[in-house]
């Protein structure tokens, strides 16, 4: 045992951050992707920080996926709310973090709803809330 413990550091220093980078594989995204209540495709207007917080305002340019009950339509402003993670390490361990939406981009968006707003969501996919979809990505061995 005590030989294991003092062969660890060596071999975390030889490798380096190769060995501790990590994310989450692209069949979680994909399912977070397939459970988000709504997607839309959208053009980012404008953004602005609020205590901590990215309040974007986007133009919804097509309706993918909502709720039967859901009341969005092409041409409708929404809000999309969501805090902007601290800066990390290059070797940390984790999800991809949500990026920041810029003016005129034009993005599909996997969103969930606000609860007591009408127009304001947050991302629903974690790191791959927009961009290219991964819903095709299933678990290795899932049926």
Known sequence: MRAFSLA???????????????????WAYG?????????LRMAVEQGVNRGGDLHVQGRV????????????KAGQRIWLVY???????VAMVGPAPVRRLLSGEKVTAWLQPIPATRSAFSPAAGGKSFGPSMEQAVEPGAP
């Open 61 to 72: 340019l097509q309706v993918i996926r909502q709720p039967k009950s859901g009341q969005i």
């Open 8 to 26: 660890l550091p060596s071999t975390c220093a030889v490798l380096g951050p190769t060995m501790v980078m990590a994310e989450l594989p692209p």
């Open 83 to 89: 805090g902007m993670p601290e800066p990390r390490p």
């Open 31 to 39: 399912e977070q992707q397939r459970q988000a209540p709504v997607v």
